[in-house]
């Protein structure tokens, strides 16, 4: 998953991206609303988790800014308030989760997991396409019943298929599912790399190439 964490408190921000890091995320860190807002404009992420108390404007301002706007990104709320009517509100403003704090990467990891797996359309806890199975939480991947070995890239971006298995992805679009904005720029042909292996690891049909619009999941039919 692309994930966006918006927290002022540079411990528990640190300790989030680092813990969604090593589960295999592609995480970034903002600490206030107004860059997380331009942030959402210009990347696709899976999932925004929102702290509610932040300097200057509150977390809840910027919720229903950005859902006011037509952002749909599904979010969840952080809050150190245990009031029942902060959590209402937060959840009338558009948020799709709360957490109340102190949390634990595991529940957090877990609830980002669930908003996925309803954005994806998937009913099970493992996603089924075809003769391919991914396990979101132990991020395994069977083929035909064998396991499949993938990097953590290559995960990735599977994962971002099966998330929209119905559309084309632009190999822009793909790219910003894969980095975060921390880093080096990828290189040129790593796009190319990641998907040529998925083809090899799984199955040639696994991903379909849309002659110059980009790339798409290989219909259940195809991959059988
Ligand atoms: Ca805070």
Redesign the pocket.
């Known amino acids: 998953m692309r994930l966006m964490i918006v927290?002022?408190?540079a411990l528990l921000g640190d300790a989030l991206a680092q813990g969604l890091r090593q589960l295999g995320h592609v995480v970034d860190w903002f600490r206030s609303g107004d860059q997380a807002g331009a942030a959402l404009a210009s990347a696709p992420f899976d999932a925004v988790v929102l702290?509610l108390?932040?300097p200057g404007n509150d977390g809840m301002v910027w919720l229903r800014r950005w859902r006011q706007a037509g952002v749909k990104t599904p979010l969840l709320v952080l809050t150190a308030r245990d009031g029942i009517e902060q959590r209402v509100a937060g959840l009338d403003a558009g948020a799709d989760d709360y957490l109340v704090k102190p949390i634990t990467i595991d529940e957090l990891a877990a609830r980002l997991r669930a908003l996925l797996r309803r954005t994806a359309g998937h009913a099970q806890s493992v996603w089924q396409h075809g003769a391919l199975e991914y396990d979101p939480a132990s991020k395994t991947v069977r083929w035909r019943g064998a396991p499949v070995e993938l990097t953590g890239r290559e995960l990735a971006l599977l994962e971002a298929f099966l998330t929209e298995s119905h559309r084309v992805l632009s190999k822009a679009y793909l790219l910003e599912k894969l980095y975060d904005w921390s880093g080096a720029e990828p290189e040129g042909n790593s796009l190319e790399v990641h998907i040529h292996h998925l083809r090899r690891k799984i199955d040639p049909a696994i991903v379909r190439t849309v002659r110059g619009v980009g790339y798409a999941l290989g219909s259940d039919e195809a991959v059988r």
Do not use: T
Request: aromatic share 0%; net charge negative; glycine share 16%.
């Open positions: 927290e002022d408190d702290d108390g932040l």
